[in-house]
Nanobody
Framework: QLQLVESGGGLVQPGGSLRLSCAAS????????IGWFRQAPGKERERVSC????????YYADSVKGRFTISRDNAKNTVYLQMNSLKSEDTAVYYC??????????????WGRGTQVTVSS
């Protein structure tokens, strides 16, 4: 019941937008926060955003704050990451994972397989 599936990645020009989706089980959305992470080749994995299951609190990395928005649609068991004003440095594989936004990395045990985002002209 903790399966996560990302979608929505693709190729976009700098300044463009993409919306990523993370399809999760009802149990995942009911009991776990969902975080979005990204990793580019040769770089450390970075948590870009997180949304809590309890009160819907949201968190953003400084690198994406003001450009990305995380949201949750419980009826569709889906978490979204709206990405605007995309930059070349946003190019990475984006993953969603279930855990706890405050406890951080050690709590994220269930991961999707990722979706590629490429920002290039």
């Amino acid at each position: 019941q903790l399966q996560l599936v990302e979608s929505g990645g693709g190729l976009v020009q700098p300044g463009g937008s993409l919306r990523l989706s993370c399809a999760a089980s009802a149990i995942t959305l009911d009991y776990y926060a969902i975080g979005w992470f990204r990793q580019a080749p040769g770089k450390e994995r970075e948590r870009v955003s997180c949304i809590s299951s309890s009160d819907g609190s949201t968190y953003y990395a400084d690198s994406v704050k003001g450009r990305f928005t995380i949201s949750r649609d419980n009826a569709k068991n889906t978490v979204y990451l709206q990405m605007n004003s995309l930059k070349s440095e946003d190019t990475a594989v984006y993953y969603c994972a279930a855990g706890d936004c405050v406890l951080g990395s050690p709590s994220f045990g269930a991961w999707g397989r990722g979706t590629q985002v490429t920002v290039s002209s």
